[in-house]
């Protein structure tokens, strides 16, 4: 079993950019934590995919990040990160990581077993 706790959230203006973190631990070998991703959920919004990244750092990324946002993994100390550039206020929502099998679907929340409690992002115009 994997334990994610999220950090980093925060209230940031237009244009500007914040770094998320989520430590995993527990059973981080196991391979239902073969990728890990990072989903966001705006109020009466479904949850979707942001991005993804598997053991060997190929990351996939939704459209409306790519270009903007950077996920990466640091697999020695079991650590998740989202370095978001150039926010927009349509970026703000709860921030989720999450791990799974496989980054081939990363953007569809069913296909991943665990999750944080989450991290809020607000961005203000």
């Known amino acids: 079993q994997v334990i994610l706790a999220e950090s980093g959230g925060g209230s940031v203006q237009a244009g500007g950019s914040l770094r998320l973190s989520c430590a995993a631990s527990?059973?981080?070998?196991?391979?239902?934590?073969?990728?890990m991703a990072w989903f966001r959920q705006a109020p009466v919004k479904e949850r979707e995919g942001v991005a993804g990244?598997?053991?060997?750092?190929?990351?996939s990324y939704t459209d409306s990040v790519r270009g903007r946002f950077t996920i990466s993994r640091d697999n020695a100390r079991n650590i998740l990160y989202l370095q978001m550039n150039s926010l927009r206020p349509d970026d703000t929502a709860m921030y989720y990581c999450?791990?799974?099998?496989?980054?081939?679907?990363?953007?569809?929340?069913?296909?991943?077993?665990?999750w944080g409690q989450g991290t809020q992002v607000t961005v203000s115009s």
């Open positions: 999450a791990s799974g099998r496989s980054c081939r679907y990363f953007q569809i929340p069913t296909y991943f077993t665990t």
């Open positions: 527990g059973d981080t070998d196991d391979t239902d934590n073969d990728c």
């Open positions: 990244v598997n053991r060997d750092g190929y990351a």
